[in-house]
Every structure is written in structure tokens, then in C-alpha cells.
């Protein structure tokens, strides 16, 4: 049987569902434009907002007649095969020939004039006439000569539904517009649109892919940004099509200090432009490129954030020593015997102790028992397998004026909060307990108070637990009232 041939035809009124249907957000009608501008060798790109019109208006190379027959060419192919720009050498961003259809998002007409050379031309799109005639898929023009001697083109949007403000137009622009190329600039409303420069340490990006270059930056800010303005802007040709944390977004350690841009040519993305082809092999090898840089920040990040721990822990026990001092000295019959010297300042809490040494020592005091450090098979003094929460100076082992120690050890989420050793009362800065509590620092050095004197208490012996808990609360009264 022959086979027979089919029509392979497109609806008129799919033009119209291609530019209300093309963005995610109406307002990339406008980066639509402006990038537009950028890929014809514009210098200067005016953006006008009024009640009811957009204008968008550059000085580009222009268009004449062949211009404009190319310009009204769905799906034309003439930026992906001429992808540079003539006159700056500029890596031209359009490349499926729907983007001027974008007007259809927010506007039912547009119109579109052009000068270049001695040729002016004008084109209207008006959606009421083209439904109008089902076969007709023609648009009359308007052509003279050009009287101005300057080039450009001016695209005007009439009868606007959506309205935007200059600043919700320039945020956007910001991020999807090469504004850092040099000999171009982005005006709206005659305010020119400014890159944000962010302070913080920058670290280069570069790497080279079988499929091409990843280069740019990444920001560690010097101040945390609100999480929905964090991540690195991932551009194609310098317009981002995404921001991204790349499966760090719930890593904590101060994960929304980190911006920047990079730019990879080679991936793909969708006609929106606001997603990446997620399942292809250039973006999956530009994700693990990415992440695997990501990782190295996010292990400086959490350096950083230890950092900071640290310095709040650190001012934190000193703190609390400094409150649990004052309660041993307001009760000093509450202070336990330490093999350690006394300080002399403190006579009341010195008599207590030789008054309480010399009863233990004829027989008459039995349940209170000197502390001593625990000896090794050699009779040496046995020293603690300690895991220092860091090796910054800051927190040493602090000495109180009664002679216990004070420290720091990481023992993990389930170990103990806190015991004596040494001299010395540990306290597991990794304990769950202890981690929420330093969320904050008052409620950190609330929380060290009461593990600090809950260890005192026991260095006291007490008889039985109703003792050690009207101790305790003697000891916190004094401390926190």
C-alpha cells in the first residue's frame, strides 16, 4: 500500500498560548526584552514603567526589512548559529526565536520600531486583529527613511495587566541580566540598574568539563542573608537560570552566607529559562563539579561557625564560674574538699575546710570523704582521655578561686553531660541537652551553672538525695538570686 502524506500544520492561536504560557513569572517579559537589546551590541537599554504601557528602548545594531522578517520567525535558529555578537563579541543569550512572543504575557499588543542605516520600520501585533483572520499569518509594516541617523529598536507594550515597580523590576533584572559586561547598562524610569556587590571573602571557580568551562565565584558574606537569598546563581551565558545551595540548603553552620555566580554555556535549559535540563549529562556533571566546590566551603563554613561556638562558650563558662563562685562563697559550708591549694581570700570558705579536714581526719565525719585523683597501676596520676572541643587557646581549663577546674570535652550526643576528673569538672559541650541550650548564650550560661554546681554538690558527698537536691537549689539560689 502507498503510503500516504500528511500535513504537518500549527495553529495561529498557539502563538498567543506560547507567549501568556512561556514564563513561570510575567516579569521575565521583560529580561526577555533586555536581553534582546544586549545580543543586538546595545550600550544603553532604557526601560520605561507607566500605568498601562511598557517601553523598552536601546541603541543596538537595529533591524531593517530581512531584520524584521527574522525577528517575527518562530523558533528561529539565526542567535544559536550566529551565537557572537558583531560588533562586542558578545556570546549572544537568545537562541529559540519565542522570546518576543513574551509580550503576549502581560500585553494583547505590542509594537516594535527599528532604525539601522538610512532604513526605519514599524511593525503593530495586535492579538484582536490577528485572531481575526484564521489563514492570514502576516503583520503589516510601516517603512521610511530612517531621518534620525541613529540605530536601535523600541518595543512598546500597550494596555498592560500587570503592573510592576522599578524596584521589583530591577531585583529581577539584577540576577538575570549581564549587567557586569562591560559597555552595557540598564536604565528604568532614569535609575540606573546597579549590580549588588556583597562584601565577604571571594574563592574562585574553575574547572574544565568534557562538555566545557565552569567559572565564577562564591561568596562567603560577612554578615548571614535571609535564606531565600542564599545560594550560588548558576548563568548560562551570563543570565541566571537558577540559585542553588546544591543539597546543602538544610546543612546549617551558617549555610545562608553563601552567594556568588558561576556561569556554564554548556547547559541546557528549558524555554523559560528559570530550570536547568536536570536529566542530562552536562548538568549532572556540572552538579557533582559544583557540590564537590561546595564541600570545601562548607567544611571552612562550619571552621567558622566552631569558631564563633567556641568564643560564646568560652564567655559563657567564664560566666557561670564567675555565679557559681558567688554562691560558694555566700555558702561556703556547701564547698567540697579539693587536694588542691585554697585561695587565701577566701578564709571563711578555708576555715570551713580545715575545720571539716581535721573531723575526717579523728574518725568523726564520715560522710564526707576527701576527693583525690585517681591513680594508674604505676601510682600515677591518671589522666583523661580528653577530646578538647578545640585547640584554641580560649578555653583552656579555667581555675576556680576553691580549686576546681572547669573544662571542656566533646563526648559525642549520648555521652555523659558532664563528671569529675582531674581536678576537674568536664563538661560534654556535645551533649543534646547542652547543644539546644547554647542556641542561646543566657541559656547557656544558665545551663552551665546548674551542671556546675550539680557536680559541686556530689564533690560534697552527700548523705542520700534529698540532701544533694536541698543542696543544689541552695547552691542555685545563691548563684542565680
Given at each position: ?28 517579559l ?11 551590541d ?57 522570546g ?19 532604513y ?6 495586535d492579538?484582536k486583529?490577528w ?11 510601516e ?7 541613529a540605530?536601535g ?5 500597550y494596555d ?11 531585583d ?48 562567603l ?6 535564606f ?13 537560570i ?9 546543612f ?43 564541600s ?7 571552621a ?21 563562685e ?53 601510682g600515677e ?79 560534697t ?21
Open positions: 500500500m502507498r503510503p500516504i502524506k500528511i500535513p504537518v500544520t500549527f495553529d495561529k492561536s498557539h502563538i498567543i498560548t506560547i507567549g501568556k504560557k512561556l514564563y513561570f513569572k510575567s516579569i521575565d521583560i529580561r526577555e526584552l533586555v536581553n534582546n537589546s544586549y545580543d543586538a546595545a550600550t544603553e537599554v532604557r526601560v520605561t514603567l507607566t500605568n498601562d504601557k511598557i517601553i523598552v528602548e536601546d541603541n543596538g545594531y537595529g533591524m531593517d526589512r530581512d531584520g524584521f522578517i527574522q525577528y517575527f520567525k518562530i523558533g528561529s535558529r539565526e542567535k544559536a548559529v550566529n551565537n557572537i555578537s558583531p560588533r562586542f563579541q558578545r556570546k549572544r543569550i537568545g537562541e529559540l526565536g519565542i518576543k512572543f513574551s509580550s503576549l504575557g502581560a500585553a494583547t499588543k505590542f509594537e516594535v520600531i527599528s532604525r539601522k542605516g538610512e526605519y520600520g514599524r511593525v503593530v501585533f492579538q486583529e485572531d481575526k483572520k484564521e489563514t492570514d499569518w502576516s503583520v503589516p509594516i517603512e521610511s527613511r530612517n531621518e534620525t541617523g540605530n529598536t523600541k518595543i512598546i507594550l498592560v495587566q500587570q503592573h510592576y515597580s522599578p524596584q521589583e523590576v530591577a529581577r533584572l539584577r540576577t538575570s541580566v549581564p549587567l557586569e559586561s562591560n559597555n552595557f547598562k540598564v536604565i528604568i524610569n532614569e535609575t540606573e540598574v546597579k549590580p549588588v556587590f556583597l562584601q565577604g571573602k571571594r574563592i574562585k571557580i574553575f574547572s574544565a568539563t568534557k562538555f566545557g568551562d565552569i567559572s565564577g565565584m562564591i561568596i558574606t560577612e554578615k548571614p542573608q535571609k531565600e537569598f542564599a545560594g550560588v546563581e548558576c548563568r548560562v551565558k551570563g543570565v541566571m537558577m540559585k542553588t545551595l546544591f543539597g546543602y540548603e538544610g546549617g553552620h551558617g549555610v545562608n552566607r553563601i552567594a556568588g555566580s558561576v556561569n556554564a554555556d554548556f547547559l541546557p535549559f528549558n524555554s523559560a529559562r528559570d530550570n536547568f535540563l536536570v536529566d542530562t549529562e552536562e548538568y549532572r556533571v556540572f552538579y557533582k563539579t559544583m557540590r564537590d566546590e561546595l570545601k566551603v562548607m567544611k571552612e563554613l562550619k567558622k561557625e566552631d569558631e564563633k561556638i567556641v568564643k560564646q562558650s568560652a564567655e559563657a563558662l567564664q560566666k557561670a564560674s564567675k555565679l557559681v558567688k554562691a560558694l562563697k555566700a555558702r561556703p559550708d556547701l564547698t567540697p574538699i579539693i587536694n588542691v591549694p585554697i585561695s587565701k581570700s577566701h578564709t571563711d570558705a578555708a576555715k570551713y575546710q580545715d575545720e571539716e579536714s581535721s573531723l575526717i581526719k579523728r574518725g568523726r565525719k564520715k560522710n564526707i570523704h576527701r576527693v583525690t585523683k585517681p591513680k594508674n597501676k604505676r596520676n591518671k589522666i583523661p582521655h580528653i577530646n578538647p572541643i578545640t585547640e584554641n587557646k580560649i578555653l583552656k581549663k579555667i581555675k576556680s578561686d576553691f580549686g576546681v577546674r572547669y573544662g571542656f570535652v566533646n563526648e559525642g550526643l549520648e555521652g555523659r553531660a558532664s563528671y569529675f576528673m582531674s581536678d576537674t569538672i568536664w563538661v560534654n559541650r556535645e551533649q543534646k541537652l547542652y547543644r539546644n541550650q547554647a542556641k542561646s548564650i543566657d541559656l547557656e550560661i544558665r545551663h552551665l551553672i546548674h551542671i556546675l554546681i550539680a557536680e559541686v554538690v556530689l564533690l558527698h552527700p548523705a542520700d538525695s534529698r540532701q544533694a537536691y536541698d543542696r543544689q537549689i541552695e547552691l542555685l539560689t545563691a548563684a542565680l538570686v
